[in-house]
């Protein structure tokens, strides 16, 4: 199972850092019946095992006047795979890149601060990778559930 590895209180100050990573050591000590530094000391070892990878704001696109978030569906000559990764990830506009199942294929999602920027990126960034077999586009209309990381 994916959480072999870490013991109850562990999983406990997860949950909690999931829920809101600002909680002081203090807070997440008194809710896990710890003192401030066994937090502290757990929260780290985590963080040097890369269990925990960061700590960061989540920002919803669509709270933003005008922002277009999408999702494409890329498939890809194989030889020409590694180039397109390249040059998505080097995008300001991509925000997360999968390598799916199947023939080369590539699960994009971009936000764009307006239509126009969103079309500007799909002439001069898209239209332009080599070895594309197939480009399907999904713009998302409503967030409805959106999980961030994993939940234990």
């Given at each position: 199972?994916?959480?072999?590895?870490?013991?109850?209180?562990?999983?406990?100050?997860?949950?909690?850092?999931?829920?809101n990573?600002?909680?002081?050591?203090?807070?997440?000590?008194?809710?896990?019946?710890?003192?401030?530094?066994?937090?502290?000391?757990?929260?780290?070892?985590?963080?040097?095992?890369?269990?925990?990878?960061?700590?960061?704001?989540?920002?919803?696109?669509?709270?933003?006047?005008?922002?277009?978030?999408?999702?494409?569906?890329?498939?890809?000559?194989?030889?020409?795979?590694?180039?397109?990764?390249?040059?998505?990830?080097?995008?300001?506009?991509?925000?997360?890149?999968?390598?799916?199942?199947?023939?080369?294929?590539?699960?994009?999602?971009?936000?764009?601060?307006?239509?126009?920027a969103?079309?500007?990126?799909?002439?001069?960034?898209?239209?332009?990778?080599?070895?594309?077999?197939?480009?399907?586009?999904?713009?998302?209309?409503?967030?409805?559930?959106?999980?961030?990381g994993?939940?234990?």
């Amino acid at each position: 199972m994916f959480l072999d590895g870490l013991d109850l209180l562990d999983q406990k100050i997860l949950a909690l850092l999931i829920q809101n990573a600002r909680y002081s050591y203090s807070e997440l000590g008194e809710k896990v019946g710890l003192s401030r530094v066994a937090v502290r000391t757990r929260i780290e070892a985590l963080e040097k095992r890369g269990v925990i990878e960061e700590y960061t704001t989540i920002i919803n696109p669509q709270k933003i006047n005008g922002a277009v978030s999408c999702y494409f569906e890329i498939e890809t000559e194989p030889s020409h795979l590694p180039e397109v990764v390249n040059r998505l990830y080097q995008s300001d506009t991509v925000t997360q890149i999968y390598r799916m199942t199947g023939n080369s294929s590539l699960h994009v999602h971009a936000v764009a601060p307006s239509q126009e920027a969103l079309e500007t990126f799909i002439q001069e960034e898209l239209d332009c990778l080599p070895g594309i077999r197939q480009i399907n586009s999904h713009v998302i209309l409503s967030r409805i559930k959106d999980v961030k990381g994993l939940r234990l």
